[in-house]
């Protein structure tokens, strides 16, 4: 186990989008990763009807295809519980700069406490590694995710795959506290939390 210890207040963030330009979010899922537990059951999860329709060559990645969502809510419907979900948290996710940016779009007062990048950790702690893809970091660290969690690139799925490969990352590297995490995680455009106290995120 690693001697991190991680605070409570921490969330495993991935969303799939349209393809767009910009993009739409289509599904958007949030995993609780408190004290660096990952609880199966503790993930919130929407799949989402886009005001643009999904391109073919992205659902022939996610999987999610314009059919799937005919008849989902749209964002408005699920942004307050997005909004609560995320607020007061730390949020990690793989190439966490795409999640920001989406994120950042589609809640204009978006300002969250802090955004740890799993994809910036592993370069961070294994630079001659070939790969630093959620794929290749799986198998680095003999990862098997359970065949109830759903299809890869779906973000129900990829949710609990970055939260794994979190817990690998931090069994692998030399910190010995977050706020030495961070350093190493944090990209330096994005917000990192440290030294900060926001009394509101939203």
Known sequence: ?????????VVIVDVEGNGQSPPDIVEIAILQFGNGIVEFGNCKNWLLKPPKTILRRVSEIHGITN???ANCQCWDDIKAEVIDAL????IVAHNARVEYDVL??????????????TLRFSRTISPTQSSHSLDSLLDHFSIV???????RHRASCDVFAT????????????????????????????????GVRQEKLF
């Not at 950042?104 to 990048?117: A, K, S, T, V």
Request: with cysteine; proline share 10%; net charge negative.
């Open 87 to 90: 607020k007061d948290n730390w």
């Open 104 to 117: 950042c779009r589609h809640l204009p007062n978006f300002e969250p406490f802090g955004f740890i990048d």
């Open 163 to 194: 939260a794994l490969v979190f817990q690998a990352l931090m069994r692998e590297s030399v910190c010995h506290s977050w706020e030495g995490l961070c350093k190493l995680a944090c990209d330096p455009k994005l917000p990192s939390g440290l």
């Open 67 to 69: 059919k799937m969502v």
């Open 145 to 151: 995710l359970p065949d109830t969690l759903g299809p």
């Open 1 to 9: 186990m690693s001697s991190i210890l991680v605070p409570e207040n």
